[in-house]
């Protein structure tokens, strides 16, 4: 049976996507990268033999340990038997015995010695401090990674103060990445722990628009040296291009990344979108990915104003007439007034019984449509208290022409409002 390109395509795209290290091995080897920086910075002292320390920060989800593990993956090729990787997380690890005794036994699992369970904090600090000082003899860096920088550094941070004073000393080889996504991370420590960093620090921050555009490619792009048929990677490239120079694809993406850019949002973005790539054709087009940023960007109030009745509608645009009328203050008692003097000037057969309008307006104030303009006056009924919408004009505008069940009358006095508006 003959193999179909379009499911061959999905499934090395699929895998190229969900390699969170991919993202970043496709950017231009550049000095001013993260990645070179960070790589420069470790390499240099490992093969000097010195101590050293640096801080990763920025957002969640902008690439930190994504871009540390290329790093570590490339310089335990380099020096296989010159680093050992020592891994904590201030989530697990962030007791300073706890995360004592996490690090000898890494080191002990490392060097194949015996572990011991019972040992107290001053009998894994001496043990750490001894293996500093072997490897160091031993020209081998220990590379202590600490994610969750910041959790480190609460109560006596007796780890830190440890690990970075054993630094000091000629003999010992260390290096300490910490990894946070709190920009002042450094200032949460003791000034005796503070005086022992050496404050390097590098930032990641989203990709720029440039970045972007030639990440979306080189991840996007079928390889020309592989298994699938030329003419159809020949195709696919081409309509590739002609989707990421469209302006529709590019509002899409402007749209979904105004509320979120980081790398974790973009990556989940694109295996939203290959994975609805019509498989008969094999070819991606604008609609795969316009679809999947209004599948992301869901706006609840939206989904709500999508199931109302007709009478809640009603109820929500005679609220709105009110507020254009500079009706700052209003309550049920004044929308049954502009509802009344709806239907008596359109004569419409919407007729509704007033203890049906009351319920419908305690359901729109359970849905969060609308609510109370403040606490005072609680004990009051809910016919006096004043109300106001929770709504924008232009979401009650898209929420109307989404119902199927909306008058279309309804949405022509919507039109006049917004006009008198």
Known sequence: MEKNPGEEALALLRTRICDPNAFFSLLPPSPDTNFSKLK??????????????????GPRGCGKTAVLELVLKDLLAEYPDMITVIKLNGLLH??????????????????????????SFDDNTQFVISMLRECGLAHKTIVIVLDEFDLFAQGKQRLLYSLLDAMQSVTSQAIIIGISCRL???????????????????????PSKDELERLLECLLSLPVNSSLPQSYVVEFNKELRKILADQKFKDSINTLLSSDSTVDQILRFLFLSVSTMDLKTGILSVENFKSVVEKINRKPKLEYLKDCSVLEL???VCMKRLEVKEQNSYNFNSVMKEYKAIH????????YARNVCLRAFEHLIQRELICFMDNRGYNQSIEFRSVKLLISPYELHQGLEKNQNCPSMLQK???QTGQRS
Request: hydrophobic share 40%.
């Open 40 to 57: 420069f910075i470790v390499s240099s002292s490992i093969t000097e033999a010195c101590n050293n320390s640096v801080l990763l920060l």
């Open 94 to 119: 962030s007791d300073d015995n706890c995360a004592l005794k996490e690090i000898a036994r890494q080191l002990c699992v490392e060097h194949q010695l015996l572990f011991s369970k019972m040992a």
């Open 184 to 206: 002042d991370a450094d200032q949460l420590l003791e000034k005796r722990v503070r005086s022992r960093l050496s404050h390097r620090k590098l930032l990641f921050c989203p």
């Open 314 to 316: 009603y109820i929500l």
């Open 344 to 351: 008596d000037s359109f004569q419409t057969p919407d007729s």
């Open 413 to 415: 006095l919507m039109n």
